[in-house]
């Protein structure tokens, strides 16, 4: 066997190995990307969820008479924004919009609630009651998406900054993604009064 020839042999060879090699990493990287997708899906899901169970509570509401109208309408018009956010998942503006939105309605309802608490005939209902219920347990499967979802962003993010990953995520065009991180002030404990006479 001629020089030449070994030497085509070993380009050729190199050339499989970087293609094969390539081919592996991108179909890595797709894998995670889509498991990132997968999971901000059902973080989606979940906010959804509560979007849903807050209407029905919304419209239970409303049905009591004399009810405090300008908190119900807070709570309507912080749901409908939340519902308008778009989110891109790549974006850390985009995700935080979002984070915002959700926050401030989830503000709005609790304040919401609070008046409700001043209606004895409302929190007597079935339909309350079950609410009550049914959005403690959203909560937790928000709060249990979002940590998936992070977990997924974690994977992703090493697979894109790891060598030799990172060579081929930047050929291919994936970049780190952002977390979903905890509202602002949440690392701040509540404060507790208690009114012992």
């Not at 190995?17 to 990307?33: E, H, I, P, Q, R």
């Not at 308008?84 to 503000?107: E, T």
């Not at 952002?178 to 690392?187: I, T």
Request: glycine letters at 6%; aromatic letters at 10%.
């Amino acid at each position: 066997m001629n020089t030449k020839s070994l030497t085509l042999i070993v380009i050729l060879f190199v050339i499989l190995l970087f293609g094969g090699c390539a081919c592996s990493k991108y179909n890595g990287l797709v894998k995670t990307d889509q498991s990132v997708k997968n999971m901000w899906g059902n973080v989606e899901t979940q906010y959804q969820r509560r979007n849903d169970l807050y209407g029905s509570i919304i419209k239970t509401i409303e049905g009591s008479a004399n009810f405090e109208k300008s908190t119900l309408k807070e709570v309507i018009a912080a749901r409908a924004s939340a519902t308008q956010v778009k989110v891109d998942i790549n974006d850390s503006a985009s995700l935080g919009q979002f984070q915002r939105a959700q926050a401030n309605l989830q503000g709005s309802f609790a304040r919401l609630m609070a008046v409700a608490e001043a209606y004895p005939e409302l929190k007597t209902t079935q339909q309350f009651q079950d609410f009550q219920t049914n959005i403690a347990g959203t909560e937790n499967r928000i709060n249990n998406a979002r940590r998936e979802f992070n977990s997924a962003v974690n994977d992703y993010n090493l697979q894109v900054k790891t060598f030799p990953n990172n060579i081929f995520s930047g050929i291919f065009g994936f970049h780190e993604k952002p977390y979903y991180k905890a509202d602002p002030g949440s690392e701040n404990a509540p404060e507790i009064h208690f009114d012992i006479k």
